[in-house]
């Protein structure tokens, strides 16, 4: 049994390959682009840039944030939030359906030939957690071993990733408060200088920028990161789920129409397969 082949046939057939896909996440970083886009038009027609640039303005927001987020986790729990926040920019994506047929043409060939699942471990390198649950199969573990591990890798992955969103969401709350900080900052040193005229300029720019800097920063950069990291962190717990119920499947030697319908009750709506219904598959056993 070729998996890549009966995928890639399905796929031909209506329906997506269950391979991650790579590469950039457009929808970021079109959406990051455009915010920056506006923003740097609205800045350069009103006159010169060099207005916005201030740098003690920065170090209250950008330090400010950075030690005030540290300070509400762990160093390592703030490097990785970061590593998470540039993961996403470039995610590899799984499509549901297509992971639910490519896990009952598992099925189906484990059930004619068990030994077929050590044979196809090769290819499912590219798949770490289907590897995983594969070869845990393969080995003959009990099924309720099986779904012991394979759930409590879910939940470990999904409590770091939901973690990592808690940190960016932080820091989108705290930049925006170090630019009020700032502002108060700038008040005081203006109010405090009334009697010399050349160093009001440089306290009102410390008062408005750092108000400009925190809103930019937590508004339009942390707070979609922070979105974009739960939501693939969404995505990556339903396609895990859908690998565990069919490893646990495939463990227990159930029909694959059973298991068809545990899959169909994780997918959403808009999202669920009938894979051995003829009629509604375009006459293909292996739907759509």
Same mark, same amino acid.
């Given at each position: 049994m070729s998996l890549t082949r009966d995928s890639a046939e399905s796929s031909r057939r209506g329906g997506r390959s269950a391979r991650p896909r790579g590469g950039v996440d457009m929808a970021t970083l079109v959406g990051l682009a455009a915010a920056a886009v506006v923003i740097f038009v609205a800045m350069a027609s009103g006159g010169s840039l060099r207005a916005f640039i /201030? &740098?003690?303005?920065?170090?209250?927001v950008l330090g400010g944030t950075l030690a005030v987020t540290t300070a509400s986790f762990s160093l390592s729990d703030v490097a990785i939030a970061w590593r998470?926040?540039?993961?996403?920019l470039i995610h590899r994506t799984s499509d549901p359906r297509g992971v639910a047929r490519q896990v009952l043409l598992l099925a189906e060939a484990a059930r004619r030939a068990p030994e077929t699942l050590r044979n196809v471990l090769p290819e499912l390198k590219h798949e770490s957690f289907l590897h995983r649950s594969v070869t845990l199969v393969a080995e003959g573990l009990p099924p309720d071993d099986i779904e012991r591990m394979l759930i409590g890798e879910v939940e470990a992955s999904g409590a770091g990733k939901v973690k990592s969103a808690g940190v960016l969401r932080r820091a989108s709350e705290v930049a925006p408060a170090m630019g009020l900080i700032g502002t108060l900052v700038g008040l005081v040193q203006m109010l405090g200088s009334l009697? /010399? &005229?050349s160093s009001i300029g440089p306290a009102m720019a410390l008062a408005l920028l750092t108000t400009f800097y925190g809103a930019v920063l937590g508004n339009v950069a942390l707070a979609p990161l922070a979105a974009k990291v739960e939501r693939t962190a969404e995505e990556d717990a339903l396609v895990k789920t859908l690998y565990t119920i069919g490893a646990v499947s495939i463990a227990r030697q159930e029909n694959p129409r059973r298991l068809?319908?545990?899959?169909?009750?994780?997918?959403?709506?808009?999202?669920?397969?009938?894979?051995?219904?003829?009629?509604?598959?375009?006459?293909?056993?292996?739907?759509?």
């Open positions: /201030d &740098p003690p303005s920065l170090i209250i998470d926040a540039g993961a996403v009697n /010399d &005229p068809e319908m545990l899959l169909n009750a994780v997918l959403p709506p808009g999202k669920r397969i009938q894979y051995f219904d003829r009629d509604s598959d375009r006459g293909s056993p292996r739907g759509a």
